[in-house]
């Protein structure tokens, strides 16, 4: 079965940076794009940023642009997402979410990882 | 960027009700809306793609309409299990927006 499973909560100060990894497996890794939702805490939902599993193509929100770097490890089927130079508003949970795509073209999140918290604070 | 609104914010009902979440886009994106349903604690879970579409396993009282700019998320006869968080999310173009989200609450 398709699982996505995130690494451990983090503690950062700010102006630090953090990687959370997503390792992926139930599936073939190439064939399918990894999001990365952020979720602040009592808040909704915010999408982060894309990466093609198959050729590394990324995209960001602009909202991040320059701070955030998403790239994947085919060897070991594993999506990792770095953020750099943290603020106390980058507070939240971070998930990895699947990239499904249907015949329309229309393309949605079909499994997520469990979340990883990443908290900043001084 | 897409802009995202869902109606209402939030809403009680009780088990057996029948219930209608909107989504309304800033512009159009053709049938490109799903939705999500979130627990506390717990990871988003996909119920609707392209619209109207089901995800496998997702209990048939759910179902989704429309296409441009409006969307409805239904639930036919609400279970316990219902009570929960519901997001839309358009894929019509970068960034992937989200709506803020409609809590549904036990009366």
Do not use: H
């Amino acid at each position: 079965q398709v699982q996505l499973v995130q690494s451990g909560a983090e503690v950062k100060k700010p102006g630090a940076s953090v990687r959370v990894s997503c390792e992926a497996s139930g599936y073939s890794f190439i064939s399918y794009g990894l999001d990365w939702v952020r979720q602040a805490p009592g808040q909704g939902l915010e999408w982060v940023g894309w990466i093609s599993a198959y050729d590394g193509k990324t995209k960001y929100t602009q909202k991040l642009q320059g701070r955030v770097t998403v790239t994947t490890d085919t060897s070991t089927s594993t999506a990792y997402m770095e953020v750099r130079s943290l603020r106390s508003d980058d507070t939240a949970v971070y998930y990895c979410a699947r990239g499904g795509v249907d015949a329309s073209g229309g393309y949605y999140f079909d499994y997520w990882g469990q979340g990883t918290l990443v908290t900043v604070s001084s | 960027d897409i802009q995202m609104t869902q109606s209402p914010s939030s809403l009680s009902a009780s088990v057996g009700d029948r219930v209608t979440i909107t989504c309304r886009a800033s512009q159009y994106i053709d049938s490109y809306l799903n939705w999500y349903q979130q627990k506390p604690g717990k990871a988003p879970k996909l119920l609707i793609y392209a619209a109207s579409n089901f995800q496998s396993g997702v209990p048939s009282r759910f179902s989704g309409s429309g296409s441009g700019t409006d969307f409805t998320l239904t639930i036919s006869s609400l279970q316990p299990e219902d009570f929960a968080t519901y997001y839309c999310q358009q894929s019509y173009n970068i960034p992937r927006t989200f709506g803020q989200g409609t809590k549904l609450q036990i009366k």
